[in-house]
């Protein structure tokens, strides 16, 4: 399950910032948890972050749908 | 359309005069145009300066230019649907402003069945979906799309009840003389509420918290 998590976070994340090649997602997974831990270029956290976390807290949201769907927990961290 | 250059060399006083008479010419607006001074001083036969000016078609029409926008936001929330394991169908069509000054909206409809899981709690997850594909959109295209998306005609519905909430609301603050803040909402709800009581002369409307906890207040207006 959580390998479906983070191709949609890295499809997102790929597609907002300028240097793609740079993007990292990493993953710990348990039968009840999903922790994605997003790594970016440093002149690309703001981009993912967005204007008081608007972006990073809408991927939230769009992963918790897969989530839900499967009855996991997600999580996910800026390292 | 076979006929019209593509460019057209304008010699004129200023820059400015120069893309006005290439407007005319080539009529296509001001703006869609891309203007190149080929020589910035030229000597007429009164002794005064003329620039020489290229004048250069957009590529694009902006009808096919709203086309390819359209096709490419689809094409977006398609693909975040799929990575969302969300089946759906989507139909797309440009909203026109009523002035003519702002870019027409970009609606984006998602039909399927139990969809209630994209639109989340009071439309959260919905309004997130609309938001990153905006941004994914932006940085598609370079420039920023009014894009809005609606499931299952879930705004629909949420703005007739909001307006039905915000009459009833306004009848009680009036009536009481005391003012009644809203749950905190999403902006284009809040924007809702506004519209329908802007023209209530009992009542005046304000939002104000952070965040996730921005609502509207909803006050006698005793000044009148």
């Known amino acids: ?12 994340v790929h597609s907002i910032v300028s240097q793609p090649e740079e993007v990292e997602v990493q993953l710990e997974e348990t039968s ?8 970016v270029a440093p002149d690309d956290v703001g981009k993912v972050i967005g204007r ?9 949201s769009l992963v918790r749908v897969l989530g839900t769907h499967h009855s996991v927990r997600v999580e996910l961290s800026i390292d | 359309m076979e006929n019209i250059p593509n460019s057209v060399e304008i010699i004129a006083p200023d820059l400015d005069t120069a893309i ?22 030229n000597e007429n036969t009164d002794g005064g300066l003329t620039i020489r000016v290229r004048v250069l078609m957009p590529d694009k029409t902006p009808a096919l230019e709203l086309e390819e926008v359209s096709v490419a936001g689809c094409q977006i929330i398609s693909q975040l649907l799929g990575h969302m394991e969300i089946e759906a169908e989507l139909s797309a069509a440009y909203q026109h402003s009523t002035n003519d000054e702002e870019d027409p909206y970009l609606n984006i409809d998602i039909e399927g069945e139990d969809l209630g899981i994209l639109i989340g709690r009071r439309g959260e997850t919905m309004d997130a979906l609309q938001y990153i594909a905006r941004v994914m959109l932006r940085k598609k295209m370079g420039r920023w799309v009014n894009l809005s998306i609606d499931v299952s005609g879930y705004k629909n519905h949420r703005e007739q009840q909001l307006r039905r909430l915000a009459h009833r609301m306004a009848q009680q603050v009036t009536q009481f003389g005391r003012p009644i803040s809203l749950e ?16 209530n002369p009992g009542v005046r409307t304000e939002s104000s918290g952070d965040g996730n906890h921005r609502h509207v207040t909803i006050t006698p207006d005793t000044i009148r």
């Open chain 1, 32 to 39: 009840k948890k999903v922790q994605l831990w997003l790594k």
């Open chain 2, 184 to 199: 905190p909402m999403l902006a284009y709800e809040r924007r809702i509420i506004h519209m329908t009581l802007q023209d």
């Open chain 1, 1 to 12: 399950m959580g390998s479906k998590m983070k191709e949609l976070v890295e499809f997102i």
């Open chain 1, 52 to 60: 008081r976390g608007r972006i990073v807290n809408s991927i939230r």
């Open chain 2, 20 to 41: 006005a008479q290439a407007q005319e010419e080539l009529g296509v607006p001001a703006k869609d145009l891309e203007a190149e001074i080929v020589d910035d001083e």
